[in-house]
């Protein structure tokens, strides 16, 4: 159906409407940077889930660890300790982390060099849960001081859990921002609808005179709803296009790898181009009803 049925009003020269459609492109462009943050905190999410919810770290003193004279009893240790660790209900697998492996883990606080391997390390073993429920942190802890005072036992969902709770609370406020930017154009457009409604009394009267019913002139308002969504949408689709290539460029001199996975996912960028259409759809909605309202109790 041809949009120029629907252009008896001259809605495009009311000035109340001058501005709306950079209005729509502002609102299209801060709720996809919202909804890519939103998605950049549900990646990290994804990754602290897989990566230490079923994990715990045991710690071997560095004084002990690597003594050149008792490397016969530091193995025996270990030995202990990893049995001690295998008893626990709930546990599954024991690895011991090479040399390697924990100078990689102590070099963002120590930094890079080769001076690092000379330094006294601990030892490191990565312990796999199975079952968490059935895990006694405290009774392991225990067990492993009898064998060695000193031997830590490091529980990462403790911390995780404070920054989960952390990520989700962004995740909600993300979409909340979301939520009510919708509820701006939303009320934007209905605002200007009615004013517009105001304005053009006399040509609406002459409509009426010539046959012209309410659902007719409440569709005026809402196929120009579509032309400022879909020309406000559009800039604000491009602005966010700008922005992703902008910060995927950062990203990859930055070298930060999630960002950059984030930006290239294609699912990004599908709802980067639902937001425009969903902002739209309801400007549409909000025009009709607005403008049905006003003619069956204002006018």
């Known amino acids: 159906m041809s949009l120029k049925k629907y252009t008896d009003i001259p809605l495009n020269a009311d000035p109340s409407g001058r501005f709306v459609p950079w209005i729509v492109a502002l609102m299209v462009y801060l709720a996809t940077i919202s909804l890519t943050v939103a998605f950049v905190v549900s990646s990290l999410i994804s990754r602290w889930d897989t990566g230490f919810t079923a994990r715990l770290s045991v710690e071997i003193p560095a004084q002990n660890a690597f003594?050149?004279?008792?490397?016969?009893?530091?193995?025996?240790?270990?030995?202990?300790?990893?049995?001690?660790?295998?008893?626990?209900?709930?546990?599954?697998?024991?690895?011991?982390?090479?040399?390697?492996?924990?100078?990689?883990?102590?070099e963002p606080w120590l930094g890079?060099?080769?001076?690092?391997?000379?330094?006294?390390?601990?030892?490191?073993?990565e312990v796999e849960v199975k079952d968490r429920d059935i895990v006694d942190i405290s009774l392991m802890k225990q067990n492993l001081s009898e064998v060695m005072p000193g031997i830590m036992v490091e529980d990462h969902l403790g911390w995780q859990s404070g920054i989960l709770?952390?990520?989700?609370?962004?995740?909600?406020?993300?979409f909340l921002i979301v939520t009510m930017i919708i509820l701006a154009a939303v009320s934007t457009?209905?605002?200007?609808?009615?004013?517009?409604?105001?304005?053009?009394?006399?040509?609406?009267e002459v409509l009426y005179l010539v046959g012209?019913?309410?659902?007719?002139i409440a569709k005026q308002f809402q196929y120009h709803a579509l032309r400022v969504g879909l020309r406000g949408g559009t800039v604000g689709f491009l602005?966010?296009?700008?922005?992703?290539v902008v910060?995927?460029?950062?990203?990859?001199?930055?070298?930060?790898?999630?960002?950059?996975?984030?930006?290239?996912?294609?699912?990004?960028?599908?709802?980067?181009?639902?937001?425009?259409?969903f902002v739209t759809a309801f400007m549409m909605m909000a025009a009709r009803l607005s403008v049905r309202l006003a003619l069956k109790y204002v006018l």
């Open 67 to 106: 003594d050149p004279d008792r490397d016969w009893e530091m193995t025996k240790i270990r030995g202990q300790v990893a049995q001690i660790l295998l008893r626990t209900p709930g546990v599954g697998t024991v690895r011991t982390l090479s040399k390697n492996e924990v100078l990689s883990t102590l």
């Open 247 to 277: 910060l995927k460029f950062f990203a990859k001199d930055l070298d930060t790898t999630l960002l950059n996975e984030v930006i290239s996912n294609s699912a990004l960028w599908s709802v980067a181009l639902l937001v425009p259409l």
């Open 189 to 204: 457009i209905a605002f200007t609808s009615q004013t517009s409604l105001i304005i053009h009394r006399n040509v609406i």
């Open 239 to 244: 602005m966010a296009s700008v922005t992703f």
């Open 212 to 216: 012209a019913t309410d659902d007719y």
């Open 165 to 174: 709770d952390l990520a989700h609370s962004a995740q909600i406020i993300g």
């Open 112 to 125: 890079q060099g080769d001076d690092l391997s000379d330094l006294p390390l601990p030892t490191l073993l």
